[in-house]
């Protein structure tokens, strides 16, 4: 008897679970190639060139003194730690970029780097400062960190930032 044939007949119902069964093993099978993977490169690269472009909206916000752009970049629960380690909520942030108390004359930013945790994006750079604020100038060398949150309209926004002056020049070269 081995190797013998029988024949079961076909019925809509079998046809449509072998159906279903084939089409799930073919895309088990296309997902689970090595070309596949690759593509899960493009997302991520795009959401980093994303945050690298509000980066620099950022910077040109700043200096150029634009409180309406800073408005929308900077979520409405915002909190800054100066470098002077005072706390600065949204609303003062954007008060002294409006009065002129903050002023930038330049702001080069170098050695950004950006790591994602789900929908948070943490950016760490270095910025070479000339600025003044009501303190007086505050030009120099800074580390700092910048933290994002992608809301629910997919929207990035700041949620947080800390800035610390960088007291040798050569230490983070």
């Known amino acids: 008897m081995f190797g013998a044939t029988t024949n079961f007949p076909m019925t809509k119902s079998r046809r449509t679970a072998l159906a279903l069964m084939l089409v799930t093993v073919l895309a088990l099978v296309v997902n689970a190639h090595p070309l596949y993977a690759g593509l899960l490169r493009g997302p991520k690269h795009e959401i980093r060139h994303e945050i690298d472009q509000l980066e ?13 752009a800073m408005d929308s970049l900077l979520a409405d629960d915002y909190m800054a730690i100066t470098a002077s380690g005072t706390l600065q909520t949204k609303e003062q942030a954007l008060a002294n970029l409006r009065s002129g108390r903050t002023h930038f004359t330049s702001l080069e930013v170098s050695d950004r780097r950006v790591r994602f945790y789900g929908t948070t994006a943490l950016v760490t750079s270095v910025a070479e400062v000339h600025a003044t604020t009501a303190e007086g100038d505050i030009s120099g060398s800074y580390r700092y960190t910048r933290v994002y949150v992608r809301d629910a309209q997919g929207t990035w926004k700041i949620v947080s930032f800390e800035a ?10």
């Open 56 to 68: 620099d909206e950022w910077r040109t916000a700043v200096l150029k003194g634009n409180t309406a």
């Open 164 to 173: 610390s002056k960088i007291r040798d020049s050569d230490s983070y070269k």
